[in-house]
């Protein structure tokens, strides 16, 4: 399983910026996929998760209300839409997939395969 993100770049604050993972094989489907953010000198943590057939999602309280979550798995894709930046939200993010069935997990040790993460940088 390979994972390409992009998507990420420079914006000011309140603004909005659509990140992409695209996933080079057959089996999108069958990952639950989250993505992650890690900003300098912190801890990677989570941000947003989605179920197989994207009918569920879940997020951190930090981004709740301003960011969302989808997946097109016709097009072995998954988005981060990110309304109403703020400087914290700088960081690099990551798309992540974990095989495993009826679990949406929040915790990075659970997913399997990660992408090569994407610079999202706020200014003030």
């Known amino acids: 399983v390979q994972l390409q993100a992009s998507g990420g770049g420079l914006v000011q604050a309140g603004g909005s910026l659509r990140l992409s993972c695209a996933e080079s094989?057959?089996?999108?489907?069958?990952?639950?996929m989250g993505w992650f953010r890690q900003a300098p000198g912190k801890e990677r943590e989570f941000v947003a998760a989605?179920?197989?057939?994207?009918?569920?999602?879940f997020y951190a309280d930090s981004v709740k209300g301003r960011f969302t979550i989808s997946r097109d798995n016709a097009k072995n894709t998954v988005y981060l839409q990110m309304n109403s930046l703020k400087p914290e939200d700088t960081a690099v993010y990551y798309c992540a997939a974990d095989h495993r069935a009826g679990v949406i997990a929040r915790s990075s040790r659970e997913y399997d395969y990660w992408g090569q993460g994407t610079l999202v940088t706020v200014s003030s």
């Open positions: 989605v179920s197989r057939a994207g009918g569920t999602t």
């Open positions: 094989g057959r089996t999108f489907s069958s990952y639950v």
